[in-house]
């Protein structure tokens, strides 16, 4: 059984910065997408930053320079620094894994999703 746990949110001023981790088990982090989500209410999940195999990464354009995404195959662990944070950047952050997709930022391309882990930045 495939499991994601996030992990690393909290509440943080505007200029901070946070590390989100996402522990994955049962699957194996070699072939694969794997992506962070964010959405906040009455708005449609949102790619923020992916990593797929070879190592290829993929940001969106308000988050390039501010985030990094990587990951660590020994310990099954994906994370996500990010630094400067702004009030917009406020939401549930979601890890997600799949197989390799052309269109990492498509959250209808993943099966497996964590609980998710909320950020807040203040102004």
């Known amino acids: 059984q495939v499991q994601l746990v996030e992990s690393g949110g909290g509440s943080v001023q505007a200029g901070g910065s946070l590390r989100l981790s996402c522990v994955v088990s049962?699957?194996?982090?070699?072939?694969?997408?794997m992506t962070w989500f964010r959405q906040v209410p009455d708005r449609e999940r949102e790619g923020v930053a992916a990593?797929?195999?070879?190592?290829?990464?993929t940001y969106a354009d308000d988050v390039k320079g501010r985030f990094t995404i990587s990951r660590d195959n020994a310990n099954n662990t994906l994370y996500l620094q990010m630094d400067s944070l702004k009030p917009e950047d406020t939401a549930m952050y979601y890890c997600a894994a799949d197989s390799y997709t052309d269109l990492p930022f498509d959250f209808r391309d993943y099966r497996f999703w964590g609980q998710g882990t909320q950020v807040t930045v203040s102004s």
């Open positions: 049962g699957y194996t982090l070699r072939t694969y997408c």
């Open positions: 990593i797929c195999t070879e190592a290829t990464t």
